[in-house]
């Protein structure tokens, strides 16, 4: 089969010409009209076999997480969806497998209003790359360089089930309702355009785990954050997880969580109770550099050395 009736039969489909699409997939390049007054918000990440997937992950879960951890950094941002490319590299064409991999992008894209329009396509060791562009008002993006002293620190969601899914399927157990957390994250877009709206200033979306990422909002801001682990939302599975082994790895370091962490002045935090949807306070920043675990106790969880660089 040709490339070109491939990406016809596949992927041209997805892309619904209309609107600001001037011009979808099928010339050189699409022609996009932006609307007046907004900014473009562009993201890119590739998912590589055997590096950010197993190899005989479902197709349909892969279609989705490709363009949902585009639509995770789309959110940070406070970014509302818009149009994405997909460049894709298949070892051989797989009719199933294919079906179910536009399914579970096309799903997701339609709920979001993603329009594919553009892309290619060729053949290699399976790999896939989405470039999304989002849309945010003018001067609204949420920054990782916005966060101050005497801020707090929130969290939408719980942590660390996809990173305990992964665990357990490592170990040959079977993950149950977490294995929907690793396999389909559920990009929180309308809690960041809900964020941004409000005036939010400072957001991520937690992918390297809680650790890595709010030490990037600490670095980039010029600042430290101290957690209160006693805080921190998490599933019953993964409190009994905890509780059982004293590991705390999955919650404070494992990726794939795809929550959003924001911060707060005081002078919004009554934003806090009025936000229609699930967050947790679980600490705040202070000056200084990188991020401090602190026991109920008030003594410090010591970051294994592998986390350190995250932390200064
Ligand atoms: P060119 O050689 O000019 O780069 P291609 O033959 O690679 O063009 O692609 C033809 C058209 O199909 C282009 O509009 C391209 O954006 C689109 N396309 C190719 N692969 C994909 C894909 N995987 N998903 C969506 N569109 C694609
Ligand atoms: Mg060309």
Redesign the pocket.
């Known amino acids: 089969m040709a490339?070109?009736a491939l990406?016809q039969q596949y992927?041209?489909g997805?892309?619904a010409p209309g609107g600001d699409v001037l011009l979808g997939?099928?010339?050189?390049c699409?022609l996009l009209q932006p609307p007046p007054g907004r900014q473009l918000a562009m993201t890119m990440d590739t998912l590589i076999a055997g590096r950010h997937f197993l190899a005989d992950v479902d197709p349909v879960s892969l279609g989705h997480k490709s363009l949902a951890v585009n639509l995770s950094d789309l959110a940070a941002m406070g970014a509302e969806p818009a149009w994405a490319?997909?460049?894709?590299s298949l070892p051989k064409i797989d009719h199933h497998w294919l079906q179910g991999f536009v399914r579970g992008f096309k799903t997701l894209a339609e709920r979001f209003g993603v329009r594919?329009v553009?892309?290619?396509?060729c053949q290699g060791a399976l790999s896939i790359t989405v470039q999304l562009t989002g849309l945010v008002e003018a001067d609204r993006a949420m920054l990782r360089s916005s966060a101050k002293p005497g801020d707090l620190v929130y969290v939408t969601g719980t942590l660390g089930d996809a990173a305990l899914a992964l665990q357990l399927l490592r170990a040959g157990k079977d993950p149950g309702e977490l294995r929907e957390r690793l396999e389909k994250p559920q990009p929180r877009i309308t809690e960041g355009r809900a964020l941004a709206a409000a005036g939010v200033r400072s957001c991520i979306d937690l992918s390297d785990g809680l650790v890595a990422d709010l030490g990037h909002i600490c670095q980039r801001s010029g600042c430290a954050a101290r957690i209160h682990v006693e805080r921190l939302p998490v599933s019953s599975r993964v409190r009994s997880h905890v509780q059982e082994s004293g590991d705390l790895a999955s919650v404070v370091a494992g990726g794939d969580d795809y929550e959003l962490c924001f911060t707060l002045p005081a002078s919004m935090q009554s934003l806090w109770e009025s936000l229609p949807f699930e967050t947790t306070c679980i600490g705040e920043i202070v000056p200084g550099k990188g991020v401090e675990l602190l026991q109920e106790d008030g003594s410090s969880l010591p970051l294994p050395p592998a986390w350190e660089h995250f932390s200064s």
């Open positions: 490339e070109f990406i992927f041209a997805l892309s997939v099928g010339d050189d699409a490319l997909l460049s894709i594919l553009g892309g290619d396509t």
